[in-house]
């Protein structure tokens, strides 16, 4: 049980990492970002079961990582037919 722990903390530093420095297009922001909420929710599966706690808020939690992966995708899809690309460095925040 400690082993998959570990293992899912350092997944969670991984993505934290190429969360940090993967600044250049928006889909590999989007794409950092849901793989640390996959790994959110490995870590909060093995805490809740080693507690022996319920899972419904495991639920909760997904439906809510699935809103955010349709705003991100929403988002990507409004920048690319605004700007013809998801390059993070042709984006000014005077032109929105």
Do not use: A, P
């Amino acid at each position: 049980m400690k082993t998959m722990i570990y293992m899912v903390f350092y997944s969670l530093f991984c993505g934290f990492l190429m969360f940090s420095f993967s600044h250049d297009h928006l889909l590999l922001t989007l794409m950092s970002l849901e793989f640390l909420v996959v790994t959110m929710f490995l870590l909060m599966t093995c805490y809740l079961m080693y507690w022996g706690l319920e899972l419904y808020f495991l639920i909760i939690f997904l439906s809510f990582s699935v809103c955010e992966g349709s705003v991100g995708l929403s988002l990507l899809v409004c920048v690319i037919r605004g700007h013809g690309n998801d390059m993070i460095s042709s984006l000014s925040l005077i032109q929105w």
